[in-house]
């Protein structure tokens, strides 16, 4: 099984909202990452998880929260979001931390109202 | 230095043409060189990849050239297909200490029938 699932696949919420975006993976990969994706735009890094902990978090907004319940979840809390922050959202794994294949899942399309 | 320039931005090949997207990094210390595809609506996937010990890999239609002198590496697609038609993303990495995975601008490619 080399897939990654994300739900939900789109995801419309107002600005005082709170929702949470999941990733699930099965191929025993001990990193996880989550990435936002604008328009024509190269996936830009937000967190990376390692062995179910935060690792890197690159400066993003507290309204962002995220969670590694265990190896194979990953969450993404949001809330109190901003129009801007309207976005394809990715998650990815990979065997380890860095320096190997990252396998994405199909994104969370969200829309902030 | 953290930069990975790809170009061209877009490129459009007739049905059956080689398609050339470059890359070029400045840190020598990137030493994996992964390439993904993405279609719209979808997250990228892991198409090839090559570390610098290697000056080309070749899997099925899709090749990369790497020039480690010149800190340039490319890809090529023979014959190319309208269903090659997304957006390719080069991404160069550490593959040990501090974090590093820098994913290129893309280059939207359209195979014309």
């Known amino acids: 099984d080399t897939e990654v699932t994300q739900t939900p696949k789109h995801l419309v919420m107002g600005m005082t909202n709170k929702k949470s975006l999941k990733c699930e993976q099965h191929m025993g990969h001990r990193a996880m990452y989550w990435y936002k994706q604008k328009a024509k735009k190269p996936p830009e890094l937000m967190f990376v998880y390692s062995y179910e902990k935060l690792s890197i978090n690159e400066s993003v907004p507290s309204r962002f929260s995220p969670e590694c319940p265990n190896s194979s979840l990953l969450n993404l809390h949001l809330h109190a979001l901003q129009p801007e922050d309207s976005a394809l959202y990715l998650c990815?794994?990979?065997?380890?931390?860095?320096?190997?294949?990252?396998?994405f899942g199909p994104g969370t399309r969200l829309t902030v109202t | 230095q953290q930069q990975v320039k790809q170009s061209p931005q877009s490129l459009i090949v007739q049905k059956g043409g080689i398609s050339i997207i470059n890359c070029a990094y400045e840190?020598?210390?990137?030493?994996?060189f992964p390439w993904y595809q993405q279609f719209p609506g979808k997250g990228p996937a892991l198409l090839i990849a090559?570390?610098?010990?290697?000056s080309e890999k070749k899997e099925g239609r899709f090749t990369i050239s790497f020039n480690k002198s010149a800190k340039q590496f490319s890809l090529h697609i023979m014959d190319s297909q309208p269903g090659d038609s997304a957006t390719y993303f080069c991404a160069a990495s550490i593959t040990s200490g501090t974090y590093k995975y820098i994913f290129g601008t893309g280059t939207r490619l359209k195979v014309l029938a």
């Open positions: 990815a794994s990979s065997q380890a931390g860095q320096g190997y294949e990252q396998y």
């Open positions: 090559i570390r610098p010990d290697v």
């Open positions: 840190n020598t210390a990137f030493d994996y």
